[in-house]
């Protein structure tokens, strides 16, 4: 930090177990992402190339090994997962993360119908080839997954070898875990965090109030996805009580979580 303050919460250093930021990488140049991590590397704890963009990517093994250079892994979105499994190519799937030297995959079923239990093997076998995030929910708005259900989900993924597992959101932040206005499912997460540990589920935040919402609930150092380059520092200030939303939350306290 570039100077002192009382009553800061304490972060979680990197390499993190808790308190990640996921950001979204959406297409950015070579240079963009220079840019980027000049100035918020210290924040991004993994970055996501969303859903199929590697696949249009140009100069694809230049942009990863800035990332790499950086100590910033990267992995590919969970769209690009569905689109080579609903064409029958799981091993070129596992070819192309070898190809790349990509340490981590997202395992998802957001956009085909995937049989749990199938979900759930190519977790386990993807688990020993790379370190496997696992996304549940739909990308259906019209999809609504009861609580018992999510926790039964998640648990499951958690078992079959899932290092974390993601709350769907999109990048929109408007289904999933929020409603279509993007206000949060409350009662859905505070349902799930009786059966998950906090420190096991990455939740897709990509609005600042949803950000807000769950600093206030788990803290500073709750694990979000979905965040935009340009939302990184933002949402630092924003776990730290710097920014009006958190900004009184912290004052009577010097830790959290």
């Not at 942009?63 to 590919?76: D, Q, T, W």
């Not at 939740?203 to 150092?221: R, T, Y």
Request: with cysteine; charged share 25%; hydrophobic share 40%.
């Amino acid at each position: 930090m570039n100077y002192s303050l009382n009553n800061i919460p304490e972060r979680t250093k990197k390499p993190r177990q808790f308190g990640f930021t996921m950001a979204m990488d959406k297409g950015l140049s070579i240079r963009e992402v220079e840019d980027f991590i000049s100035v918020s590397g210290e924040y991004v704890d993994i970055v996501k190339l969303g859903w199929g963009t590697s696949f249009v990517t140009p100069n694809l093994k230049d942009k990863l090994k800035v990332y790499k250079e950086a100590g910033i892994p990267v992995y590919f979105g969970g769209t690009l997962f569905e689109a080579f499994i609903v064409r029958n190519q799981f091993d070129d799937y596992r070819k192309v993360l070898d190809k790349y030297d990509l340490a981590y995959a997202e395992v998802s079923d957001g956009s085909i119908e995937l049989d749990h239990d199938k979900k759930c093997d190519y977790i386990s076998k993807l688990s020993d080839q790379v370190t496997v995030l696992s996304e549940v929910g739909s990308k259906d708005e019209e999809k609504i997954i009861p609580p018992y259900q999510w926790i039964s989900l998640m648990q499951a993924e958690l078992d079959a070898g899932a290092w974390k597992v993601i709350g769907e959101a999109r990048e929109g932040g408007n289904v999933g875990l929020f409603r279509s206005t993007g206000e949060v499912r409350s009662g859905l997460v505070q349902e799930i965090l009786t059966k998950i540990p906090f420190e096991k589920i990455i939740w897709e935040a990509p609005i600042k109030a949803q950000q807000v919402w769950f600093i206030k609930l788990l803290g500073a150092n709750v694990n979000m996805g979905n965040i935009a380059p340009n939302e990184v520092i933002p949402l630092e200030t924003i776990r730290l009580g710097l920014r009006g939303d958190t900004f009184s939350h912290f004052l009577n306290t010097t830790t959290e979580n």
